[in-house]
């Protein structure tokens, strides 16, 4: 992951990512969750809990450059899947686009993973 970013910003920036990653998150979450009801045909079971899956991992921001590209060609996918055009869905894709490319930023899961260890060597 340390490949990927040099770097994961804190402050405005960090908390900018913190805001991008819940923009697109928790309405994919919602989304996913209320298709779970009324909806008996087995593939958009496996979309909507693949949504879901990818919603809570870009929320607690882990994998977040994985979970974003998934969750942008999702998103897509559905955009342009139905009947009629889904700006919704269009506008949640570019979002998870924006995150694979920015990364999740330090108030992350990856950032405590992957991000800058500080080691103190002792007096030998």
């Not at 919602?30 to 009324?38: L, Y």
């Not at 955009?79 to 700006?87: M, S, V, W, Y």
Request: charge should be positive.
């Amino acid at each position: 992951m340390q490949r990927l970013f040099s770097t994961f910003p804190n402050g405005w920036p960090g908390c900018g990512l913190w805001v991008l990653r819940v923009t697109c998150g928790a309405p994919a979450l919602v989304v996913g969750a209320a298709m779970f009801r009324g909806w008996p045909v087995d593939w958009v079971l496996w979309i909507s809990l693949f949504s879901c899956l990818t919603a809570a991992l870009i929320l607690a921001g882990l994998w977040t450059p994985f979970a974003a590209s998934c969750h942008a060609i999702l998103q897509g996918v559905l955009a342009f899947a139905g009947e009629a055009f889904a700006p919704t869905q269009l506008i949640l894709a570019l979002i998870g686009v924006s995150l694979v490319m920015l990364g999740p930023g330090s108030w992350s899961i990856d950032a405590r993973l992957y991000g800058r260890k500080r080691i103190d060597l002792g007096d030998p």
